[in-house]
Nanobody
Framework: QVQLVESGGGLVQAGRSLRLSCIAS????????MAWFRQAPGKERDLVAA????????YYADSLKGRFTISRDNAKNTVYLQMNGLKPEDTAVYYC????????????????????WGQGTQVTVSS
């Protein structure tokens, strides 16, 4: 069973950057897509970004394109989320996720297909 451990969250001022990391263990990391979700207080958990097994096949929520970048390092079993130009509305708990089922090389799974989760890391952006 896969274990996901996020890190890198914290309190930052608007306009600054943060990089989140998620280390996976328990299975072959390179064989699965990875994603970041976020959940703000009182709101649903939303898909932020995802990367397929092919590190060059990615998905971003429309509102985040150009500010957030997802990447993966298969040698380190790690997926990253680089967040630039942070805004107060980016405040949320950020979760790393991956599907329990494998997918094609460049296929980015849909949001409902992610069913393995990390514990989350809090990101708070002050104005």
């Amino acid at each position: 069973q896969v274990q996901l451990v996020e890190s890198g969250g914290g309190l930052v001022q608007a306009g600054r950057s943060l990089r989140l990391s998620c280390i996976a263990s328990g299975r072959t990391f390179s064989s699965y897509a990875m994603a970041w979700f976020r959940q703000a207080p009182g709101k649903e958990r939303d898909l932020v970004a995802a990367v397929s097994r092919n590190p060059y096949s990615t998905y971003y929520a429309d509102s985040l394109k150009g500010r957030f970048t997802i990447s993966r390092d298969n040698a380190k079993n790690t997926v990253y989320l680089q967040m630039n130009g942070l805004k107060p509305e980016d405040t949320a708990v950020y979760y790393c996720a991956t599907p329990s089922k494998g997918s094609a090389w460049s296929q980015v799974p849909l949001a409902h297909e992610y069913d393995c989760w990390g514990q989350g890391t809090q990101v708070t952006v002050s104005s």
